[in-house]
């Protein structure tokens, strides 16, 4: 990997800790959501599946603009309309979910299927952040997708190396 590359990465893993998120939180949910696929699995396993989803150029992108906008939607730093938008998480407005199919696409449907379901489910740190960005003064509007995407592509990535499609 470059080294700009490496160093983009550090500061996306930097960005989601100091917004609340330690990657074994990720990991928690990738292996919840492969356990029952993959009988040996384990939380290096799952860790290092999150590790190469952080690698791509796409993900990291993604990480850094809607972090960005949650960042300054607490700040309150945003013209309206966005402000309002994105800090009351409206419903409607939707480019959350948009953002980061940049980062489920990057192992195909099945990215997505995995989405689907922690997006609704919100197991552990998701549903935290959920909550969480219901308080005032924080905004987790692109947070919790951001984190369900990673966990949704880091499983997508494990189920493709278990039928020996590597990646
Ligand atoms: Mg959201």
Redesign the pocket.
């Known amino acids: 990997m470059v080294e700009k590359q490496k160093r983009m990465k550090e500061i996306c893993i930097n960005l989601l800790e100091s917004r609340g998120v330690t990657l074994d939180r990720i990991v928690e949910i990738v292996y919840d959501l492969q356990k029952k696929y993959i009988p040996n699995i384990t939380n290096e396993l799952c860790l290092n599946a999150v590790s190469r989803v952080l690698d791509k150029r796409e993900v990291q992108n993604a990480i850094v603009t809607g972090l960005e906008l949650d960042m300054l939607a607490e700040k309150k730093m945003l013209s309206e309309p966005l402000q309002t938008l994105v800090s009351e ?1 409206n419903p409607l ?1 939707g480019i ?2 948009i953002l980061v199919l940049s980062i489920t696409n990057v192992y195909g449907s099945i990215g997505l299927t995995n989405f689907g379901y922690v ?1 609704k489910v919100k197991p552990g740190i998701i549903g935290e952040l ?1 909550a969480l ?1 219901k308080q005032p003064d924080k905004c ?6 951001i984190i369900g995407a990673i966990a949704a592509a880091a499983a997508s990535s494990i189920a493709h190396n278990a039928v020996g499609d590597k990646d």
Do not use: V
Not at 140 to 145: K, L, P, R, V, W
């Open positions: 998480d407005y959350d979910e997006d959920d960005g987790h509007t692109f947070m919790d997708d």
